[in-house]
């Protein structure tokens, strides 16, 4: 599976962004998938992850009720909508696919990964 991940940008804190990750190569409806940061000096991070369905999510505390994760198979796309951005929430943004219908939270977990995308929040 190749990942490409956009939609990145540099928005005001309280402002919005929605990040997307299309994917190519297999079966997208076969993967679970997920969306990691990594801020400077710091370890890459579990943002949200949806099953292969869409039918479960699962979001880390620091980013529930703010961000919502999505994905629509028919278009090998999952999505990534962020409101009431931080600047803690800078970071680059990775997307990653799992083989399997659940998803997970730890990076070793995940079998592919997209390249990354900046997300940079102002205060």
């Known amino acids: 599976v190749q990942l490409q991940a956009s939609g990145g940008g540099l928005v005001q804190a309280g402002g919005s962004l929605r990040l997307s990750c299309a994917a190519s190569?297999?079966?997208?409806?076969?993967?679970?998938m997920g969306w990691f940061r990594q801020a400077p000096g710091k370890e890459r991070e579990f943002v949200a992850a949806?099953?292969?369905?869409?039918?479960?999510?699962y979001y880390a505390d620091s980013v529930k009720g703010r961000f919502t994760i999505s994905r629509d198979n028919a278009k090998n796309t999952v999505y990534l909508q962020m409101n009431s951005l931080k600047p803690e929430d800078t970071a680059v943004y990775y997307c990653?696919?799992?083989?399997?219908?659940?998803?997970?939270?730890?990076?070793?977990?995940?079998?592919?990964w997209g390249q990354g995308t900046q997300v940079t929040v102002s205060s």
């Open positions: 990653a696919a799992r083989y399997g219908s659940s998803w997970a939270t730890a990076p070793h977990e995940y079998d592919y």
């Open positions: 949806i099953s292969w369905s869409g039918g479960s999510t």
């Open positions: 190569g297999r079966t997208f409806s076969s993967y679970a």
